[in-house]
């Protein structure tokens, strides 16, 4: 009998609970042993809970239990989650996370100190909530130099997006819609700016390069400027509106990584990731395109990618994953002016059009009755922005991202 | 320095070699040193081949070297391939194979093997080619009772289907289109009959419900019957005509498990697997709905996936992988007449229509100026095939298939 200590009884920590009851047999099964919640934590009354009796409010207890030796930690943010984290890993205990933020801040020194003592630090549930990503990542495409992640990370603005494209809705509308379905949060601006998106992409590219990669090195743009126009407009050139996180290895050997909007082709599989549900393309310089699909969030499928990493740090008790990377800095971090991209640019103005054909040359216009928008060819962003520049001050520029091809 | 032996040096064989070449670096890195091909078996003559120097034509020098501690096996077919890996098995290597047909037919017996021998035998590659998925349903999604699996687990059949959809090629056509392009053999009938996907499926049931589900048991339906009529008329259903593998766990426990065409809704996310490429749907309890796409065949996403196990061979050279399932004879195997599902049925004749309404009650009709059609309401296969046969006798059945809800 294995026992582990479940840290924050929120949606995920509460599921994680669930989980090990429900599927209890067949997790003994695929463990070798059964395993068991010994203690949960979390500062707030739960003394009508079903689990009562596994409450404790001090950490300290969970520290010093030797019988303890999978710590999850599900209380988000990064007090006292991070403080929690790293006296569990000192007291020579594995740690299993689902929280992006501390990973994307910490990993490295989490990794690090895993190390040093011999156990796990774990944390598949941290991108694509239910999704296997990271260990098929790290293990299946272990043969092949990855070259490249993108991938609808956050189901939010995924939400809003799909509602915009299929009912027509505008981004306010949308995103209320969300927040009263419980997508999307009270204050919804980590999801919409892109910040979360670009924890996970940090991860990813971590993770995929070797490299620790932060995210304050990172540009986030989220979707707050995407219009009805633009989305029509997509529509016209056979294409949707995503939010993509993007990481690729750059030809000087460091990492190019951001978030932002793109026009994705309707032929893409990551086109057809609708609704909350994320999709992550990987590509090796062996296998070539590898999507995977699935439910980015909530209780059970975050439960599901937190409880296999337990069962994992379980069986391989004696045996360190070689799931990580090293510490960097911010020389790790490609300048972005060096990526290349095709471009989408919104415009409008008596001149608009011969003005951007003056600027960019070698454009396709993509027009409706109320508004008028071109996709360049492909070019480095610090050519783009030179020409746009050009074209602003003989018209107006509404809207720009990028074309994924 | 680890070494290794890869038997056959055909497609696959022959891309794991070079690929142990290509990225040695990086493999050396992940597997903490070196791995390098000491052997190729092949009994043509490869002496003008840049590996000429390691071809062995006698298996017994593999078997006789302490020095080689992975066998990979590439043959194809069961003969040698069988009594290769047996005694490469017993000789107390680890086998890592994508040979389908080998896994399918006698998977139980090399795993028994294996684990009375303390050594691996692993075969990602014999499913989905390069796309990480049996791994991941084994670890990833270790916290899990699997429920169902669906997916396109054949890219000559999912190309010629898309050709049929796509550019209104008739199934002949597009089949000679498939054999131009390389994409399907002279004799075609293990993709279109169905037999390819049959054992794909059959190792993803085992692996799923942990018990051997033999092809010898499992029914399989090709597309050579599908025709321009049934991809229009699903068309017009909102609908495109996909080969599916399926199985799913029965009421009493035992195992569902066949192949046909089916109909699936264009907003599944199968349905945006197109051309030549795979995906597989995995339905767990507490994940939901997760998918993995990708390359299903070719040269180096295979050897992708072959090299990917070889690492994970020589990482865990000490420490067995779970990844198995018990023997099992046809007990194991659920009787189809319960397996429940909505069907699609073309007609033709005069009274068809009403003929139709009058057998089958609640369906709805889809026409055109060509063709009649109708869906029916969820009922199992016995049922189907009652009414179906009430129907016969008032009407012409021209065609019939299962639909994916």
Chains 1, 2 share one sequence.
């Not at 997508?183 to 995929?208: F, M, N, Q, V, W």
């Not at 400027?225 to 460091?254: C, F, Q, S, W, Y």
């Not at 990618?305 to 379980?314: F, H, K």
């Not at 640019?345 to 216009?365: L, M, P």
Request: with cysteine; glycine share 8%; net charge negative.
């Amino acid at each position: 009998m294995k026992k582990i200590a479940v840290l924050g009884y929120g949606t995920v920590g509460s599921g994680v609970v669930d989980l090990f009851e429900i599927n209890a047999a067949s997790i003994a099964k695929k463990a070798g042993e059964p395993i068991e919640v010994k203690y949960i934590v979390d500062i707030r009354d739960f003394s009508q809970d079903k689990n009562a009796e596994k409450f404790v409010k001090d950490f300290g207890v969970i520290e010093n239990d030797p019988e303890v030796s999978v710590v999850v930690e599900t209380i988000g943010g990064t007090n006292p989650a991070y403080d929690f984290t790293k006296r569990a890993l000192l007291a020579g205990k594995s740690v299993v996370t689902s929280n992006k933020e501390l990973v994307a801040k910490h990993g490295a020194e989490f990794l690090q100190i895993a190390k040093e003592k011999n156990v796990n630090y774990l944390f598949e549930a941290s991108v694509g909530g239910g999704i296997p990503v990271l260990r098929p990542i790290a293990q299946c495409l272990a043969a092949n130099e990855i070259d490249e992640i993108y991938g609808i990370l956050n189901g939010t603005t995924n939400y809003i997006l799909t509602r915009m494209i299929k009912a027509g809705l505008t981004f306010e509308k949308a995103l209320s819609e969300a927040q009263e379905m419980g997508y999307a949060e009270r204050d919804p601006s980590a999801d919409i700016e892109g910040h979360d998106a670009c924890r996970k992409i940090c991860i990813l590219a971590s993770l995929a390069f070797g490299r620790h990669i932060y995210p304050d090195y990172v540009k986030a743009e989220g979707i707050t400027k995407v219009t009805l126009d633009d989305v029509r407009l997509a529509g016209k050139a056979d294409m949707v509106i995503r939010l993509l996180g993007r990481t690729k290895l750059a030809p000087d050997g460091k990492v190019f990584a951001y978030v932002g909007p793109h026009l994705v082709p309707k032929s893409s599989p990551i086109a057809s990731v609708e609704d909350v549900f994320n999709g992550i393309m990987v590509h090796g310089n062996m296998v070539g395109d590898t999507m995977f699909y699935g439910p980015g969030a909530g209780k059970y499928p975050t439960a599901s990618a937190v409880s296999a990493d337990v069962i994992d740090a379980v069986v391989h008790a004696d045996k360190r994953r070689d799931i990580g990377w090293d510490d960097a800095g911010e020389e790790a971090v490609a300048d972005m002016s060096a990526f290349t991209s095709k471009y989408y640019v919104r415009i409008e103005g008596e001149s608009a059009r011969s003005a951007a054909t003056q600027s960019f040359k070698d454009i396709e216009f993509i027009d409706d009755s109320h508004a008028t928008a071109f996709i360049t060819a492909e070019m480095s962003e610090a050519e783009f922005e030179r020409k746009l520049a050009a074209l602003s001050e003989r018209s107006e520029v509404l809207s720009r991202m990028r074309v994924l091809y």
